[in-house]
């Protein structure tokens, strides 16, 4: 069991319920420093959980969780450029596409939770979606929450028009 008390390095909310948190502590039992992790729930019940509490405020759990998603956002941007920048630049733009067209169709019409790629691609799809000005000044935190916890790429779709105020409605230029 973990006694990390002015041991922490820092703690974090590990899920979007917010009902677990994940704290990292230097646990030097053995003389030397060892980083360790350590989940525990969001129960005031819970010994480890008023531990925290004492050496950590909710709300700095809250602001490093914040900090740790900006710095995920920003480090998958990174990547996604240097993606962008490895493709062979003579690409036909009809063969480009057709590929897009056939994997937008695969995804939405034959997803397979199991298929890491196309789990991938849902992923990169929630993403782009929260980086919308529409989604971001969305009042709707049911329809973001939706967003978040779909596990089918038309289950996204269906949140994001859900989010922007158009599902059901028909859509005019």
Same mark, same amino acid.
């Given at each position: #069991?973990?006694?990390?008390?002015?041991?922490?390095?820092?703690?974090?909310?590990?899920?979007?319920?917010?009902? &677990?948190?994940?704290?990292?502590?230097?646990?030097?039992?053995?003389g030397k420093e060892v980083?360790?992790?350590?989940?525990?729930? &969001?129960?005031?019940?819970? %010994?480890?959980?008023?531990?925290?509490? $004492?050496?950590?405020?909710?709300?700095?759990? /809250?602001? %490093? &969780?914040?900090k740790r998603a900006v710095?995920? #956002?920003?480090?998958?941007?990174?990547?996604?450029?240097?993606?962008?920048?490895? /493709?062979?630049?003579?690409?036909?733009? $009809?063969?480009?596409? $057709?590929?897009?067209?056939?994997?937008?169709?695969?995804?939405?019409?034959?997803?397979?939770?199991?298929?890491?790629?196309?789990?991938?691609? #849902?992923?990169?799809?929630?993403?782009?979606?929260?980086e919308q000005d529409i989604?971001?000044?969305?009042?709707?935190?049911?329809?973001?929450? #939706?967003?978040?916890?779909? /596990?089918?790429?038309?289950?996204?779709?269906?949140?994001?028009?859900?989010?922007?105020?158009?599902?059901?409605?028909?859509?005019?230029?």
């Open positions: #069991m973990a006694e990390f008390s002015g041991r922490v390095i820092e703690a974090y909310f590990s899920n979007n319920d917010k009902d &677990t948190i994940c704290v990292m502590w230097n646990n030097n039992a053995s980083v360790e992790e350590f989940y525990l729930k &969001t129960d005031p019940d819970n %010994h480890y959980f008023k531990e925290l509490l $004492k050496d950590i405020p909710l709300e700095e759990i /809250e602001e %490093h &969780t914040q710095v995920y #956002m920003e480090e998958m941007k990174r990547l996604a450029k240097r993606w962008s920048f490895s /493709e062979p630049k003579n690409i036909d733009p $009809k063969s480009v596409d $057709k590929r897009v067209n056939s994997r937008i169709v695969d995804l939405i019409c034959d997803f397979d939770k199991k298929d890491k790629g196309q789990q991938e691609l #849902m992923f990169r799809l929630k993403l782009r979606l929260f989604v971001k000044n969305s009042k709707n935190t049911d329809g973001k929450a #939706m967003i978040r916890k779909a /596990e089918e790429p038309i289950e996204v779709l269906m949140a994001y028009a859900e989010t922007i105020g158009k599902l059901g409605k028909r859509v005019k230029n």
